[in-house]
């Protein structure tokens, strides 16, 4: 008796042992599921931005032209940075351009946003007809936009003609180089449209017939129920679309360097972005360590201004009651 006890105790507690190990094998093997599933976006952020970006740095303390040995100099790039009229300028440019782009991005994507925000025959259609242009190549769409530039048989100028307004310089002119890639900046909202549409969606429509009840207008209903239910997603659009605009480059060195004097930047530096400075100065000058400069002082400035909106987001609204 007392032996056939203690073979059923010894089989009752070798159960809660074959339990906890199939537990444990159980996790690991969903802990390793996991990690193979996110391994792809690691290893892409390793190999494509961390080292990059590291490398960078090193190399911004270095005398470096891709040929030969990289030597260190220190804060030389700095200082000569701190003394580059070039650098001034591209700051200059490329600030200008965000600061007046990304407001009229915002405006203009969700003006799109309130008009095809209804359920009426076509709206589909013009939704895929204005987010054509996200996923359309960059480049085919800078030669077309340059094209259309065009001061002499361009498209723009054409309807300006038949509409009896003189013909505008477009790139051809300093003052109005910056203006028209900011006008060509609005070819490509049609990705931050969807967005404003999914926030619209999602505001409930028991406020708007509460506000209605209440005897307000369209535009009290707009200002007091649709932009403080939209802040997040105004801060998100915002936020993408300084980051986007500060590195700005494509566009502008395609258009520019098919435009009038094939210079890239040009007329007269008056687009020459920080992207573009970049560019020349690591594969036509053959400077990899001062391009590296520009480069970390432009992820500095990209990171300081994002940081600076974060930090500036009280006005955001969130339904949980947490704001950013």
Do not use: C
């Amino acid at each position: 008796m007392h032996f056939r006890l203690g073979t059923n105790s010894s089989i009752e507690d070798t159960i809660p042992v074959v339990a906890k190990k199939h537990r444990l094998s159980f996790r690991w093997r969903e802990a390793l599921a996991g990690y193979l599933f996110v391994a792809p976006v690691v290893l892409g952020l390793l190999i494509f931005t961390l080292i990059p970006l590291l490398s960078a740095l090193y190399y911004s303390f270095t005398d470096y032209d891709l040929l030969t040995r990289a030597n260190w100099v220190g804060l030389a790039n700095y200082q000569e940075l701190w003394h580059d009229p070039l650098w001034f300028k591209s700051l200059l440019v490329t600030l200008t351009y965000a600061l007046i782009s990304v407001p009229l991005g915002l405006i203009g994507s969700l003006g799109l946003a309130l008009l095809l925000n209804r359920d009426v025959v076509g709206t589909r259609l013009w939704r895929a007809i204005f987010y054509l242009p996200v996923i359309f190549p960059v480049v085919a769409g800078a030669l077309i936009w340059g094209n259309m530039f065009n001061p002499q048989n361009g498209l723009l100028n054409f309807i300006l003609v038949h509409l009896h307004f003189p013909p505008y310089t477009w790139l051809q002119e300093p003052e109005s180089a910056l203006p028209s890639l900011i006008i060509l900046s609005l070819w490509s909202i049609g990705g931050s449209m969807l967005i404003w549409i999914s926030g619209l969606r999602a505001v409930p429509e028991q406020l708007y017939e509460a506000a209605k009840i209440d005897g307000a207008n369209t535009w009290q209903q707009f200002y007091k129920i649709t932009l403080p239910m939209l802040s997040p997603v105004i801060f998100f659009n915002a936020i993408i679309g300084l980051i986007n605009s500060l590195q700005l480059f494509a566009q502008a060195q395609v258009i520019t360097e098919n435009g009038p004097g094939h210079i890239a930047g040009g007329p007269l530096h008056s687009t020459f972005f920080i992207a573009i400075y970049i560019y020349q100065e690591a594969f036509q000058n053959f400077r990899m360590g001062y391009a590296s400069a520009i480069a970390w002082m432009l992820f500095l400035l990209i990171g300081g201004l994002t940081l600076l909106l974060f930090r500036t987001s009280s006005w955001v609204y969130y339904e949980g009651g947490d704001r950013s």
